[in-house]
């Protein structure tokens, strides 16, 4: 078997679907698609879906995670083995357990490998904070799996593609969870994940005032300022959602500017998806320099300004 | 009122180191409680500081590192009255649904009002224990749990963090609530709550007083590898006189674009 007979897709998240029917379509013969309405359901048929099942209009004291015995029956009324994607959010991560358990199904969170081998999916996700992957076989008839983003190419979308969803019936879960209220986030200006440039303190740079040459280095290159874990745990100079590392955020920019970091393997699971690493730190053995394209050996207070004032001319 | 908070047992990250072939050594690693898991515990802490009629139970299930005296110590110190494990080696390396499975059975047998967990364990990471220990209890079970709102003999209201939203929710008891690292920062215990802990009690048990068979997983962890290390240029200019920076912020520039 090179590709799964079934697999069903869901995304709570519009923006997710195009990618999640990538990887459908590769993996399988035949997609079917639960969706939200009917705009959703046309774009489903326009990505390639086989067939598209119509959840409705969702009351706002119901969570979508309460939809798992509605999708269980849709799912095992198709047949007795299926792979089900589902987009790496936390919403789909709740439902992907619930379906898990329901369908007595292997389940791995936040795929960011997925590969069919001996008739088994076999899925690879960080584990150790980043320090390594797991490579986990599903052995299941059912397999669940919610997939990171990046990981496939979007499908392309083919405007002669139609057809109409078939709506799905709300089986009531036996413990509803209520929905009271829900709001949008406040918006935290901080993105480093979306970051093009990033430049890093470690602890390094000697004491919080001394951030300040650092900031004004990030400012004239138009970067954003990220840190090392001492930085935002132990001294708490700076704010942890800027902490890069193992347990902090994981990054992609094109470049990884690292002030004052030695560089342990902690904190480079962080920043090795940088396209280019630079380095500042005065000890000539930080083992930094062993990840860093470019690296200057010296006294940050002398090069950090220096470079600042380069910049600007 | 009983609450169970889960942890796990894990090894200390900081001290793994990466082998030549690309696999981990954890032999210098000692373990210690999965950090999301001590906001468990503290949440329920928490919730016995406004309601002095909670009775908190740590609870565990893994392999023999659970039989530390000074681990055990380590648990009770945060605040729980008392430790339940499930141990016996093996179970170390238990993935989520039969760990689940493990939780559920000791749970059922000391009996809970309400269940708190971390969010994933440092280690594995699969986010999935407390949802699955809620399905193969029969109650209902959230995860990204960032607050506590209201308790109630009947609810729980509780404030979830989701990529774009929060939400407030409401569910019935017993519950399982899994809770993400935004809930609180974990206290360090004094002196008085180290020195305390010795006389809390311990149950330890095993499947067997559980009535657990073989519970066989649904997956199989085939390797587990450090990614492979992406080749970097290597240019280090050494000393910080004029000419070295300028030759620095030249590379610098042709990377801004």
Known sequence: ?313 | MKIIACYKLIPEEQDITVNGDGTLNLSKTDAKISQFDLNAIEAACALKQQNSDIHIVAMSTGGEALANPKGRKDVLSRGPDELIVVSEPGLENALPHQTAATLAAAAQKSGFDLILCGDGSADLYAQQVGLLLGEALGVSAINGVSRIINLSDTQIQVERTLEDEVETLTLNLPAVVAVSTDINAPQIPSMKAILGAAKKPVQAWQSADLGLGNVSSYTTLLSVLAPQQKARARVIIEGDGEDQIAEFAEHLRKVIG
């Open chain 1, 1 to 313: 078997m090179s590709k799964f007979s079934t697999v069903w897709v869901f995304s709570d998240t519009a923006s997710r679907l195009p990618e999640l029917m990538g990887a459908a379509r590769q993996l399988g013969e035949n997609v079917r698609v639960i969706v939200q309405g009917n705009e959703p359901s046309a774009q489903a048929f326009r990505l390639g879906a086989d067939a598209a099942y119509d959840l409705g209009t969702i009351p706002a004291d119901r969570i979508i995670e309460d939809y798992a015995d509605t999708l269980v029956q849709a799912i095992k009324s198709q047949g007795a083995s299926a792979l089900v994607l589902l987009p790496a959010t936390r919403r789909c991560k709740a439902l992907s357990a619930r379906l898990g358990a329901r369908l007595a199904a292997g389940v791995v969170n936040d795929a960011n490998e997925l590969v069919l081998q001996d008739g088994h999916l076999v899925a690879t996700h960080m584990v150790y904070g980043g320090l390594a992957f797991g490579k986990e076989q599903i052995t299941t008839p059912y397999a669940v799996t919610t997939l990171n983003s990046g990981v496939f190419e979007a499908a392309t979308e083919d405007s002669a593609r139609t057809g109409s969803a078939t709506p799905l019936e709300f089986v009531a879960p036996k413990n509803p969870i209520t929905c009271v209220s829900r709001n949008a986030k406040q918006s935290n200006s901080v993105d480093l994940g979306k970051a093009r440039l990033v430049v890093s303190v470690g602890r390094g740079i000697g004491n919080q005032a001394n951030i300040s040459i650092a900031e004004a280095l990030s400012n004239a290159m138009g970067a954003e300022l990220g840190c090392s874990r001492p930085v935002a745990e132990n001294e708490k100079w700076m704010e942890r959602e800027r902490y890069v590392g193992i347990s902090g955020i994981m990054i992609k920019p094109e470049l990884y500017l690292a002030l004052g970091i030695s560089g342990q393997i902690q904190h480079m699971v962080g920043a090795n998806g940088a396209q280019i690493i630079m380095a500042i730190n005065k000890d000539k053995n930080a083992p930094i320099f062993q990840y860093a394209d470019y690296g200057l050996v010296g006294d940050l207070m002398k090069i950090v300004p220096a470079l600042t004032e380069a910049l600007k001319r």
